[in-house]
Antibody
Framework: QVQLVQSGAEVKKPGASVKVSCKAS????????MHWVRQAPGQGLEWMGI????????SYAQKFQGRVTMTRDTSTSTVYMELSSLRSEDTAVYYC?????????????????????WGQGTTVTVSS | DIQLTQSPSFLSASVGDRVTITCRAS??????LAWYQQKPGKAPKLLIY???TLQSGVPSRFSGSGSGTEFTLTISSLQPEDFATYYC???????FGQGTKLEIK
């Protein structure tokens, strides 16, 4: 079955970086874009960015530009999200989520998509 | 940036009720809107995409409508498992609405 399995919880000090992994299985990894979404305690969902596992191209939310890096390893069907210069406000659950649009020649078709499969979430706590 | 405004933020209803949640976009987004359900401690679940298309496996009591700037999610007859938080998401910049918490009256 289609599944996304994320790495375990992290505790980091302010100013440090964290790298969260998301391993995909049950489908062709390079055929679907992957999103990262976070949720601070008691708060709503916040989109962070998207990566095309085929070519590795990325697009980040303006809020995270310069602090976030999304990469992928096609040999292990894994995407990574690294967030640097951590502060207490980055304490959140971080999710990877697959965009359900099947890409054509590595590009998502121009119709509305959505996130149909989600990882279980990774809790990142930033505390001194 | 296109902003989304969801209303209401909180909604109290009973099993069997019909409920509607609204999502308004600050600019027209055609049908580039999705709806998600999230239960405490769980990842969100896709309910509706392209404003009105029901995701596979989602009960038919859920429906979505709208285009342009105003969208609605309707649950025709609330079931106990429907009490959760609902989010809209616009699919151009992937921004989420602030959420609607649906509670049992």
């Amino acid at each position: 079955q289609v599944q996304l399995v994320q790495s375990g919880a992290e505790v980091k000090k302010p100013g440090a970086s964290v790298k969260v992994s998301c391993k995909a299985s049950g489908y062709t990894f390079t055929s679907y874009y992957m999103h990262w979404v976070r949720q601070a305690p008691g708060q709503g969902l916040e989109w962070m960015g998207i990566i095309n596992p085929s070519g590795g191209s990325t697009s980040y939310a303006q809020k995270f530009q310069g602090r976030v890096t999304m990469t992928r390893d096609t040999s292990t069907s894994t995407v990574y999200m690294e967030l640097s210069s951590l502060r207490s406000e980055d304490t959140a659950v971080y999710y990877c989520a697959r965009d359900f649009r099947l890409t054509i020649f590595g590009v998502a078709p121009p119709f509305p998509g959505g996130m149909d499969v989600w990882g279980q979430g990774t809790t990142v706590t930033v505390s001194s | 940036d296109i902003q989304l405004t969801q209303s209401p933020s909180f909604l109290s209803a009973s099993v069997g009720d019909r409920v509607t949640i609204t999502c308004r976009a600050s600019q027209g987004i055609s049908s580039y809107l999705a709806w998600y359900q999230q239960k405490p401690g769980k990842a969100p679940k896709l309910l509706i995409y392209a404003a009105s298309t029901l995701q596979s496996g989602v009960p038919s009591r859920f429906s979505g409508s709208g285009s342009g700037t105003e969208f609605t999610l309707t649950i025709s007859s609330l079931q106990p498992e429907d009490f959760a938080t609902y989010y809209c998401q616009q699919l151009n910049s992937y921004l989420f609405g602030q959420g609607t918490k649906l509670e049992i009256k």
